[in-house]
């Protein structure tokens, strides 16, 4: 069963428009280049740049898609939907005619105004009201929380695909499915809560996430890089770096290896892997030869893993609900 939650219910205040949401990009002169490539985390593409399996090609968004916009507070779902997160790694099996096709990043570029509210963040300011403290700026806590959303264009039409798409910070993965695109079915695993878009009726979905979850023994996520900073990464190449910052590398690589193993484990061999630090939009299969027609998440359903409270709005309206939270005691 799902637990619907009408935004109503969660006091959303929608705004017209939001600064810094919603800015189209105009399509950049050129082709996209990535001048850093690390092993473990793939590519790093400038935006709005399209991850594509081979690190070698990317695209502009544009080239993709028409009337793409960022996400923007006027863009919301009609509903958000707890999917359950049963205890263990349960996860639903490819068919054996699939095409597995593994999606690993550590997040997103575009902040969407969907914020995941956790128990924590409301302890942090009940503490503040209980010390009597002045009031504290929420902006940190709010930078950390809000959700980043990933287009996953499918474009394979020759065989259905299976889709894992695993994340370490808060993500929303808005499926864009071309016509003919058939979905086996899709694995969202992340360290923070997550949440999928535009998945098609009667999709096989399963989720496994970590934090405030009955899964957080048992799943292996995506792990951050040195420094929470690619530019780090570029130090490797450097002779003059020290052995102890080669050592923390080495780590993250066994980290990565380790994560491959309990895919494989759950799910299976992947036939292809899609990997970025960071991205905005993944592309699985060829360039269209007509461009789609972008899907924003308005009226659609957004499925969440139910480790925190989603909370659609701007900064003002989450920080007045976690307020409201704290001192009334929830």
């Known amino acids: 069963m799902k637990r619907i939650l009408p935004l109503a219910a969660l006091a959303l205040a929608l705004g017209l428009w939001m600064a810094g949401f919603g800015d189209e990009f105009d399509k950049p002169n050129g082709m996209p280049e990535s001048r850093v490539f690390n092993e473990n985390y793939g590519a790093v593409y400038p935006r709005p740049a399209v991850t594509t399996e081979d690190h070698a090609v990317s695209y502009w968004v544009q080239d993709i898609v028409e009337d793409y916009a960022k996400p923007r507070v006027k863009d919301a779902p009609a509903s958000l939907a707890a999917t359950e997160l049963p205890f263990g790694c349960l996860l639903p099996r490819p068919s054996d005619k699939a095409q597995v096709v593994f999606v690993e990043i550590y997040s997103g570029y575009d902040h969407a105004p969907l914020y995941f509210v956790t128990e924590n963040d409301v302890k942090t300011v009940r503490r503040h009201i209980e010390t009597k403290q002045k009031r504290p700026n929420l902006d940190r806590m709010l930078n950390v929380n809000a959700a980043q959303q990933v287009d996953v264009f499918v474009t394979e039409v020759e065989q259905p695909v299976y889709l894992v798409l695993a994340a370490h910070n808060e993500t929303i993965w808005s499926l864009q499915i071309a016509e003919g695109a058939r979905l086996d079915g899709v694995s969202i695993i992340g360290y923070e809560p997550q949440a999928l878009a535009h998945a098609p009726e009667h999709a096989r979905v399963g989720f496994a996430v970590v934090v405030g979850s009955p899964q957080g023994d048992c799943v292996e996520t995506p792990q951050q890089p040195v420094n929470d900073t690619w530019r780090a990464l570029q130090k490797t190449n450097d002779k003059r ?71 659609w709005g701007s900064k003002n309206d989450v920080a007045d609900i976690i307020y409201g939270f704290a001192e009334n005691g929830r």
């Open 241 to 311: 770096v020290g052995e102890g910052f080669r050592t923390i590398i080495d780590e993250a690589s066994q980290n990565h290896d380790r994560f491959r193993g309990w895919l494989r484990w759950h799910v299976g061999d992947p036939h292809r892997t899609i990997d970025a630090y960071r991205t905005a939009h993944v592309l699985i299969g060829p360039k269209p030869a007509t461009r789609l027609r972008y899907r924003p998440l308005t009226g659609t359903q957004l499925t969440y893993t139910p480790n925190a409270i989603p909370v």
